[in-house]
């Protein structure tokens, strides 16, 4: 008798568990749909790895009072800030020579700005006034030698696309 217990505790063992219902699909609400929060206007698209033409409001209104350097290709942007203090960074590249677009900068801004680092180089102009309490970077335009050490610059990738960028500019706009 106990074999006949433990054979029929070893044949329920092995068998399949009963199978899994599968949930039955809930109807779709009635009448008009939930509204969406607004969203804040964005500006048009704007094609990446492109040479800039015109202001820096065709690509974000953030950018309506920066200065983008002439030529310059808009790469990306991306959020550099933490909850609640929330602040966009703009890069672009070119490959004109990081003394080139300094300079630039220097007439532009009417501003030196210093060199925060000598090896690989980097400039920064301060552009606006820093408040920690509603922004994670001072506003600024950083512009950063890509030739060293690859004098074959920095690789942007876009997609199937890579193309080279000796010198990049970051611009980081006050929030308002």
């Given at each position: 008798?106990?074999?006949?217990?433990?054979?029929?505790?070893?044949?329920?063992?092995?068998?399949?568990p009963?199978?899994?219902?599968t949930?039955?699909?809930k109807?779709?609400?009635?009448?008009?749909?939930?509204?969406?929060?607004?969203?804040?206007?964005?500006?048009?698209?704007?094609?990446?790895?492109?040479?800039?033409?015109?202001?820096?409001?065709?690509?974000?209104?953030?950018?309506?009072?920066?200065?983008?350097?002439?030529?310059?290709?808009?790469?990306?942007?991306?959020?550099?800030?933490?909850?609640?203090?929330?602040?966009?960074?703009?890069?672009?590249?070119?490959?004109?020579?990081?003394?080139?677009?300094?300079?630039?900068?220097?007439?532009?801004?009417?501003?030196?700005?210093?060199?925060?680092?000598?090896?690989?180089?980097?400039?920064?102009?301060?552009?606006?006034?820093?408040?920690?309490?509603?922004?994670?970077?001072?506003?600024?335009?950083?512009?950063?030698?890509?030739?060293?050490?690859?004098?074959?610059?920095?690789?942007?990738?876009?997609?199937?696309?890579?193309?080279?960028?000796?010198?990049?500019?970051?611009?980081?706009?006050?929030?308002?």
């Amino acid at each position: 008798m106990l074999l006949m217990v433990l054979g029929a505790a070893g044949v329920s063992a092995q068998s399949a568990p009963p199978p899994a219902q599968t949930p039955v699909p809930k109807p779709f609400p009635t009448g008009t749909p939930p509204s969406s929060p607004a969203k804040p206007p964005v500006a048009p698209p704007v094609q990446l790895g492109v040479p800039v033409t015109g202001d820096g409001a065709s690509i974000d209104p953030l950018l309506a009072t920066s200065t983008i350097y002439t030529g310059a290709a808009f790469l990306e942007s991306f959020d550099a800030g933490e909850t609640g203090r929330s602040q966009r960074v703009f890069v672009f590249g070119t490959n004109d020579t990081y003394d080139a677009v300094v300079a630039f900068y220097k007439t532009q801004l009417r501003k030196g700005g210093e060199e925060v680092v000598k090896a690989p180089r980097v400039h920064q102009f301060d552009v606006g006034a820093f408040d920690a309490r509603t922004m994670p970077q001072r506003p600024s335009v950083i512009v950063k030698d890509y030739t060293s050490p690859d004098p074959a610059g920095y690789i942007h990738v876009a997609g199937t696309t890579e193309k080279r960028f000796k010198t990049l500019i970051q611009i980081i706009p006050a929030v308002k």
